[in-house]
T-cell receptor
Framework: NAGVTQTPKFRILKIGQSMTLQCTQD?????MYWYRQDPGMGLKLIYY???????DKGEVPNGYNVSRSTTEDFPLRLELAAPSQTSVYFC?????????????FGPGTRLTVL | QKEVEQDPGPLSVPEGAIVSLNCTYS??????FMWYRQYSRKGPELLMY????GNKEDGRFTAQVDKSSKYISLFIRDSQPSDSATYLC??????????FGQGTRLTINP
């Protein structure tokens, strides 16, 4: 199993541009999450999904959109990129009812907005 | 006041030392407590998981939760250079939303 994969690894955007960060997991997990991590900070939840067709806002959803049409994929869309969105973005997935809260994280996408 | 407070460090100790990492929190509804380890330029990985109060031991690692004081700790015994990483505490209530601490950057010096 590849686990959680994210593309691209790095990206530089200009202010006002848009992009989609891709996230795919092959573990058949129902729950998926998007976090951002600013330098020296913990992770902040942007959006999460408990299954295909169901998404909900996290702590910092403004400026982002998500969709979940399949169990495997959970893309994050940035519209009108702003310098404040410069961060490292992590996608994670979890299978409910496993007795632990293990969230499996992808390797991250480093985004710079100039 | 942040829901979860964690001293960001950095913390630097010699190999073999006992390391203590701590978090405090304000939300009494938190029941699930975790420690994640994050190596440089990698995603976090779950290290320890504890439900409600008490201690849990796994090899050189011990996690403690004191709900009455809203305080959790991670102890690392016989620390190794390979333990050098950022350690993030995380916790949640019955919702699916994890709340993370800032992370403590730990360096173990050979």
């Amino acid at each position: 199993n590849a686990g959680v994969t994210q593309t691209p690894k790095f990206r530089i955007l200009k202010i006002g541009q848009s992009m989609t960060l891709q996230c795919t997991q092959d573990m058949n997990h129902n729950y998926m999450y998007w976090y951002r991590q600013d330098p020296g900070m913990g992770l902040k939840l942007i959006y999460y999904s408990v299954g295909a067709g169901i998404t909900d806002k996290g702590e910092v959803p403004n400026g982002y959109n998500v969709s979940r049409s399949t169990t495997e994929d959970f893309p994050l869309r940035l519209e009108l990129a702003a310098p404040s969105q410069t961060s490292v973005y992590f996608c994670a997935s979890r299978r409910p009812g496993t007795g632990t809260d293990t969230q499996y994280f992808g390797p991250g996408t480093r985004l710079t907005v100039l | 006041q942040k829901e979860v407070e964690q001293d960001p460090g950095p913390l630097s100790v010699p190999e073999g030392a006992i390391v203590s990492l701590n978090c405090t929190y304000s939300n009494s509804a938190f029941q699930y407590f975790m420690w994640y380890r994050q190596y440089s330029r990698k995603g976090p990985e779950l290290l320890m998981y504890t439900y409600s109060s008490g201690n849990k031991e796994d090899g050189r690692f011990t996690a403690q939760v004191d709900k009455s004081s809203k305080y959790i700790s991670l102890f690392i015994r016989d620390s190794q250079p390979s333990d050098s990483a950022t350690y993030l505490c995380a916790m949640r209530a019955e919702t699916q939303k994890l709340v993370f601490g800032q992370g403590t950057r730990l360096t173990i010096n050979p």
